[in-house]
């Protein structure tokens, strides 16, 4: 029986580090399939400032749930009795936060935040995923999408 609990466990902590690593990117050079094949207006500027930050990460509730079943397995090999009870809540307690930050902890991702003139005077600042290659005074597109969402390329 040990080595049921144990092959469970095992199986739902794999499974929570393969659903918190495939969040979507927001790099300027990656596209969803939604995204393909749409219209986007075409802006041109001049970079004046970039600065390092954060894109915090999410919890859409699933890294919570398997760490919650992999605590509760887990807890539910110690003890006997009511201290096997105990152990189980406990293990699922620990395991859901767990989860929850394993989860939000692989989402959070670098990003840059672009500070740019356009050619025709109005200054925008756009935030993505960084992509590591932009400088002051580089010369870029913004591409606006029909949602209202931009990004900048080269």
Do not use: H
């Amino acid at each position: 029986m040990n080595f049921q609990k144990s092959l469970i466990f095992l199986t739902t902590l794999c499974t929570l580090f393969i659903f918190t690593g495939c969040g979507t990117s927001q790099s300027g050079r990656v596209y969803s399939q939604g995204q393909a094949q749409r219209s986007l207006s075409v802006y041109y500027g001049t970079i004046i400032e970039l600065r390092e930050v954060t894109i915090e990460g999410s919890n859409s509730g699933a890294g919570a749930v398997l760490g919650g079943i992999a605590g509760g397995v887990l807890g539910s090999t110690i003890g006997s009795g009511r201290g096997r009870t105990l152990a189980t809540v406990g293990g699922a307690l620990a395991g859901l936060a767990a989860g929850s930050a394993i989860e939000k902890g692989a989402s959070t991702k670098p990003a840059t935040e672009f500070t740019i003139e356009l050619d025709n005077g109005r200054m925008m600042a756009v935030v993505q995923e960084s992509d590591g290659y932009y400088r002051v005074g580089d010369r870029v597109r913004l591409l606006q999408a029909g949602d209202g969402t931009w990004r900048v390329r080269q």
